[in-house]
């Protein structure tokens, strides 16, 4: 008998798995929804070890992710709907059609001119879809990250047009967010309204981070890291010297953060 190649070892594993005769109660119990938030947390943990560079992480999350794909791909294979070889098809499928100019007589002459013809062949094929909805901004999934579906949305619109030529009105457009939000303060507005006035800042600021080319996701993610870099540098400077970082005062972390970042 011919040896198994890893992916059929895996779908006859996750397969023994959902066996009703002797199959894992948990993953029985699971359904599409209930292994949705696993497939999202995967998903970002291979972010994460291509953003630590680690190369033995990333293929161990790898193949977490690559689970979640051949779950998915099972329940759907139980319910007589598609399998792992239908999902595997498609996407090659779409790839070929996506890329005329590797599997076809097409050319393409830059990364930029392809991203447009990627999008063209995406609102080609949104346009065959018996979806009943004919926006340009139709099937961009509400569970995406906020900051990667504001720019989504941006781009899609932008596409028709709908969009600032200039940074200028982009910076300005910034401001007036940012003055908002400073008047609802002013007048003691509700929550509900700073939310709102707050959410139109933020959708304002992706919308800059766009227009500078820049990635408000990875951008946003990299902030974060800062802050934790500088803040564990705080508490390892109160640490060392004895007092706890509750007993510290305002100025007294913002001398050691202003430390830390010099040393940056």
Not at 18 to 24: L, Q, S, T, V
Not at 189 to 208: I, K, M, P, Q, T
Not at 232 to 258: C, K, T, V, Y
Request: glycine share 6%.
């Amino acid at each position: 008998m011919a040896e198994q190649s890893g992916i059929e070892r895996l779908l006859r594993v996750m397969a023994r798995l959902r066996d009703p005769e002797g199959g894992c109660p948990w993953d029985l119990e699971q359904d599409f929804s209930s292994i949705a938030p696993y497939t999202i947390e995967e998903a970002y943990e291979v972010a994460d070890a291509i953003e630590r560079q680690d190369l033995d992480d990333l293929e161990g999350e790898l193949g977490d992710l690559l689970l979640q794909v051949v779950y998915h791909a099972q329940m759907a294979k139980e319910a007589g709907r598609f399998d792992f070889e239908a999902v595997a098809s498609r996407i090659a499928d779409k790839m070929i059609r996506r890329h005329p100019h590797v599997f076809g007589t097409d050319t393409v002459p830059s990364a930029a001119a392809q991203s447009l013809a990627w999008e063209d062949a995406k609102a080609a094929e949104r346009e065959q879809k018996e979806s009943g909805d004919p926006s340009i901004l139709a099937d961009l999934p509400l569970g995406l990250p906020a900051l990667t579906r504001s720019a989504k949305l941006q781009r899609r619109a932008a596409r028709v047009g709908f969009d600032w030529p200039e940074l200028a009105p982009v910076l300005a457009k910034l401001e007036e967010e940012l003055a908002e939000v400073q008047a609802e303060l002013a007048a003691g507005a509700s929550h509900e309204r700073l939310a709102d006035e707050v959410g139109d800042l933020l959708f304002a600021a992706v919308n800059l981070a766009r227009h500078l080319g820049v990635d408000g996701e990875s951008a946003l993610r990299q902030a974060n890291q800062k802050f934790e870099r500088r803040f564990r540098a705080i508490e390892r400077a109160l640490r060392a010297a004895g007092q706890p970082i509750e007993e510290a005062s305002l100025d007294e972390m913002e001398a050691l953060w202003q430390c830390a970042k010099a040393r940056e």
